[in-house]
């Protein structure tokens, strides 16, 4: 028992989702018998839900992956997994089932806003004992319980989005750093025409400022009550509008940042957009018409801090400019309407 307590008390000093999921798999893979380990991403495309591997055992070692779920070449229906797809229509709490034989499977879904994004998977080649399962189920729902209380302190209290902290931690981290090895899919075992066939290296991620338009007026008009409702739908809406790969955090008031990921200018702006006629043509109650503005730039140049300064100044520059659109930062400094920054290195924000 002392080492499940040891990993235990590991796995709950993590302050990271993919830490955290990376050091319960360590704890199941230790338990006698484990042959294999697993997290399944579960996600929605197309109307489909799809199942991939996130981290999982390669030559003793746990890694996970950092591609996007949808252009994930390893991605396939859950409906190949139908005790896993059986067990989440049905809300229970776990599915048992003989794969092949001598491999038996153990699928442990992670509930969390009442759906399920990630599942744990347990390989052996004999039945799980009453006893391991009762041991699984322990360590899961220490595991469960913790990812609850890391989501909640990463979070707005009013609009459920990710928080300025989440923000700051995450971006000034960038990339991501994890406990677990990232592997590209040519590592994975994907062959070199599969990964040539997904575009893999040319994901690059934007940066959205989003700032409502004449919010005080709302709050002026209306009352603070209709000044959140109206943060709340617009939250909504971001959640709508962007894919799940893609992260939204309340920045502080009526300003937001989006990081999208995308695989080129194009489609990055014609997704901005389409959020911002998103809002412009829903019906807010009581207050009618909102808009938003926006400034974007792409987060493959410069520190954090400059990043974010130019999607603020295209920002202010739309604001200027009419409200209700979207800037993009190079276009705005190629025109000559904005002066490029100058770096400076000493400013240190994060
Ligand atoms: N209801 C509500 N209001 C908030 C919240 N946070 C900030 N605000 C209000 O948001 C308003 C922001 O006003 P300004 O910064 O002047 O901007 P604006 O009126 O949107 O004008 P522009 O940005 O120039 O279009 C202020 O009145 C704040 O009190 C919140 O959580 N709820």
Redesign the pocket.
């Known amino acids: 028992m002392k080492p499940i307590l040891q990993n235990l008390v590991e796995m709950t000093g993590h302050r990271d989702h993919l830490r955290l999921e990376v050091s319960v798999l360590s704890t199941l893979q230790q338990l006698n018998s484990t042959t294999e380990v697993r997290a399944l991403e579960v996600f929605t495309d197309g109307g489909t839900t799809h199942v991939r591997p996130r981290t999982w055992l390669q030559n003793g070692e746990l890694v996970s992956t950092d591609s996007e779920a949808a252009s994930d070449p390893h991605r396939e229906p859950l409906h190949n997994y139908p005790a896993l797809c059986q067990c989440i229509e049905k809300r229970e709490i776990r599915a048992t089932a003989s794969v092949q034989k001598s491999r038996y499977t153990l699928w442990l879904p992670v509930w969390m806003h009442d759906k399920v994004s990630t599942c744990l998977e347990i390989t052996q080649s004999r039945p799980f004992s009453a006893h391991k399962l009762d041991v699984i189920q322990g360590i899961f729902h220490v595991y469960q319980n913790y990812q609850s209380l890391l989501d909640y302190s990463e979070r707005d209290a009013?609009t459920g989005l990710l928080n300025r902290k989440t923000f700051d931690e995450q971006f000034s981290r960038h990339p991501t750093a994890s406990l677990a090895r990232r592997v590209s899919p040519a590592a994975a075992g994907v062959p070199d025409g599969d990964e040539a066939s997904c575009g893999e290296p040319a994901v690059e991620q934007w940066l959205a400022v989003v700032?409502?338009?004449?919010?005080?007026?709302v709050?002026d008009r209306f009352g603070?009550l209709y000044?959140?409702e109206v943060?709340i739908l617009i939250a909504n809406i971001l959640r709508s509008s962007f894919r799940s790969h893609d992260r939204i955090f309340r920045f502080?008031?009526?300003e937001f940042v989006v990081l999208l990921r995308s695989t080129n200018l194009a489609t990055a702006h014609k997704v901005f957009n389409r959020f911002r006629l998103a809002v412009q043509e829903y019906h807010f109650p009581q207050v009618g018409q909102v808009t938003v503005?926006m400034g974007f730039v792409s987060t493959s140049r410069g520190s954090p801090v400059e990043i974010l300064g130019q999607a603020d100044q295209a920002l202010y520059h739309a604001?200027e400019n009419g409200?209700n659109q979207v800037c993009f930062y190079d276009d705005l400094v190629a025109s000559g309407h904005l002066a490029a920054k100058v770096a400076n290195d000493s400013v240190e924000l994060f």
């Open positions: 009013l700032d409502v338009d004449h919010f005080k007026q709050n603070h000044g959140d943060l502080g008031g009526e503005s604001k409200r």
